[in-house]
């Protein structure tokens, strides 16, 4: 269940071009920020159905408090 982390990596990665150095080691450059989320696995078209799960989720739990303590109190 990695949505709200495919969500922010997607948000933050995709689109992005980066470079990596580090001494001693031949530098990389032009990693794409789409091919840095397939190699972890993610995918950024699946972002809004994500977030929208989320919501989703966040609202699911609300209304499950509101009836366990509705029916605590009663």
Do not use: K
């Amino acid at each position: 269940m990695p949505y709200a982390f495919e969500a922010l990596v997607s948000n933050e990665v995709a689109g992005q071009t980066f470079s990596l150095s580090v001494p001693g080691i031949p530098s990389v450059d032009n990693i794409q920020g789409y091919a840095l989320m397939t190699a972890i696995g993610l995918d950024a078209s699946r972002a809004q159905s994500d977030v929208a799960l989320l919501v989703v989720f966040f609202m699911g739990f609300n209304a499950l408090a509101m009836a366990a303590f509705s029916w605590a109190a009663a």
